[in-house]
T-cell receptor, first 115, second 116 residues
């Protein structure tokens, strides 16, 4: 168990809909990262938050948005969903307060299927 | 921007044998981390081993070891005494240590098959 919790584990929704993926980082970790992994693909970085602030942005579509709340949990919002958005979405956390950047710990992912 | 390249889409190894997975990266930074992650069929991302760039000694974790060549920007993973449970996708990843914007950049992965 990595200590990173993602909910829900599975999500099936229709095209055009909006969904919210939730991530609770490891206790004390300040950074949260979101990654997208399409079928048999590598992990594509979407966005990073550090202590509530956006720190880095990757190939994140305008239809997607994220935020990190004061309790450090994060949500990834996906709207106007298309079939191509079907993927495994990972959240990872790292950087404990006062600690040196080390490895990122991954949640089990949310498998999104758009039908 | 940093890039990570894994040139072997698939590899196969017999049980109990040794296999080496290749990874090269491109960066202008001098201080960074490198990682190998394993992704079994469950799709969970599992950290296998990490290497800090300022350390010359190659990291080892039980049957897993790396060959880190900083000048050549090469970071290969050696799996000794391969087991059926080692079958998975393996991803090489780079992480900058600059500031707090420090995402992991992944390679495209190598699928490892372990045969009897």
């Amino acid at each position: 168990d990595s200590g990173v919790t993602q909910t829900p584990k599975h999500l099936i929704t229709a095209t055009g809909q909006r969904v919210t993926l939730r991530c609770s980082p490891r206790s004390g970790d300040l950074s949260v990262y979101w990654y997208q992994q399409s079928l048999d693909q590598g992990l594509q970085f979407l966005i990073q938050y550090y202590n509530g602030e956006e720190r880095a942005k990757g190939n994140i579509l305008e239809r997607f948005s994220a935020q990190q709340f004061p309790d450090l949990h994060s949500e990834l919002n996906l709207s106007s969903l298309e079939l191509g958005d079907s993927a495994l979405y990972f959240c990872a956390s790292s950087t404990p307060f006062g600690g040196r950047n080390t490895e990122a710990f991954f949640g089990q992912g949310t498998r999104l299927t758009v039908v | 921007a940093q890039t990570v390249t894994q040139s072997q889409p698939e590899m196969s190894v017999q049980e109990a044998e040794t296999v080496t997975l290749s990874c090269t990266y491109d960066t202008s930074e001098s201080d960074y981390y490198l990682f190998w992650y394993k992704q079994p069929p469950s799709r969970q991302m599992i950290l296998v081993i990490r290497q800090e760039a300022y350390k010359q000694q190659n990291a080892t974790e039980n049957r897993f070891s790396v060959n880190f060549q900083k000048a050549a920007k090469s970071f290969s993973l050696k799996i000794s005494d391969s087991q059926l449970g080692d079958a998975a996708m393996y991803f090489c990843a780079y992480r900058s240590l600059s500031g707090t914007a420090s995402k992991l950049t992944f390679g495209t992965g190598t699928r490892l098959q372990v045969t009897l």
